[in-house]
């Protein structure tokens, strides 16, 4: 609540709070009424690790934290720069360059279909809708590695008909990929041989902690505005480090699989502040 009948009342130390009630009691029976809110500038977001899936990708190390200092001669504050890029689920799960991608919720694709003795292959294509979809989520891929007298690289840029026949189900290491989103797979996918999907590239993705906070982001300067009030409901005091901080949401993350941060817009409660008399 910023203004009651066009009046100011924002104030430090409940201030604010003993205008506003005054004026709700001077005015209260009066209309019109008139009540004027600011969006807050603390926002508590809280962290959760998902349990459809086997492990996750990225945490509190997502954050990019610098120390703050307000030019005012405030407290130091922990602020919120960026975020850090992390592996997607398929590189991490041990998926490597030149592995075909052979099941798709089950079902075959690429490899598997000559394995199987399957008369239609499904076109690329139609691969790449089903693992785009989001309905397909969450996904389960399952990837094939070649067992080859080649080197891994050789084999991946020279890929050949005569290769691919020796590409067999027995001898083929697998590797299982399990994600939320597709966002998340951080592999790119291309056709071989026709029907054959092989995995080109990996790319950086954004993890569950950048996501989450990517509606708090500026949209005009697309920057963020926040420090960190308190994590898991304690105060952060001005001389602790990025790295103390960072340290309690570790510890948070691992032992209860979520962290409680209370973000502060630092840039709103300035100019909420200046409003007052």
Known sequence: LTHVNG???IGD???GKDEALRLLEEAGATRP???AFGEPYL???IFEKPDAVPFTIGGPSEFDLVEYKSPDGGPKRIHVKGFKAVDGVAEHSGVLLGDHLVFVNGMSVGSACRWIGERETPAFSDVMDMIENRNSYPIGLTF?????TQSRLTSYFSASPKNED???MDTSDTICVTAEKFEQLGCVLESRNVVDVVVTDFEAVPGPFQATMRSLKDASTNRFHLSIESVNG??????VTTQLVRNAMDRSWKSDNRVEILFCDDERKQWLLSQQK
């Not at 094939?144 to 080859?148: D, G, I, L, T, W």
């Not at 304690?234 to 001389?239: K, T």
């Open 33 to 35: 009424l008139t009540l």
């Open 234 to 239: 304690q105060f952060v005091p001005g001389y």
């Open 43 to 45: 926002k508590r977001v």
């Open 7 to 9: 009046q100011v009342v």
């Open 144 to 148: 094939a590695r070649p067992q080859q």
């Open 13 to 15: 130390d409940g201030k």
């Open 166 to 168: 020796n590409f067999v």
